[in-house]
């Protein structure tokens, strides 16, 4: 199976920078679309940031000029590098990204070969407040 692990989230003070990170880890063939979501208390989660395979990126119009998402696909590893931070954008991240990957049938011992599968981290938080 894949799992996506984030990390670095946490308080840090308006105006200030803040870099979270997100890692893939399985029996991964290629990784599509790699991106940053976030839900606030009682907000429905929302796109912040995603970038494609080839380095195309595309922001939420909030973040715009303030973060950064980047990937090292060598390392199926996602960042986003956040700054000029606000206290609206508290909240908890997650990590999402569009997967081709192999895994065994416990039963048949056969290698099966998923394509295009979304994962999902289980979330980081940011905390923006002084």
């Known amino acids: 199976q894949v799992q996506l692990v984030e990390s670095g989230g946490g308080l840090v003070q308006p105006g200030g920078s803040l870099l979270i990170s997100c890692a893939a880890s399985?029996?991964?063939?290629?990784?599509?679309?790699m991106g940053w979501y976030r839900q606030s208390p009682g907000e429905q989660r929302e796109l912040v940031a995603q970038?494609?395979?080839?380095?195309?990126?595309n922001y939420a119009e909030p973040v715009k000029g303030r973060f950064t998402i980047s990937r090292d696909n060598a390392k199926n590893a996602v960042r986003l590098q956040m700054n000029s931070v606000k206290r609206e954008d508290t909240a908890v991240y997650y990590c999402?990204?569009?997967?081709?990957?192999?895994?065994?049938?416990?039963?048949?011992?056969?290698?099966?070969?998923?394509?295009?599968?979304?994962?999902w981290g289980k979330g980081i938080s940011v905390t923006v407040s002084s």
């Open positions: 970038i494609s395979s080839s380095g195309v990126t």
């Open positions: 999402n990204a569009d997967v081709d990957y192999v895994d065994t049938d416990v039963q048949s011992m056969e290698r099966r070969y998923w394509y295009g599968i979304v994962h």
């Open positions: 399985g029996d991964i063939l290629n990784i599509n679309s």
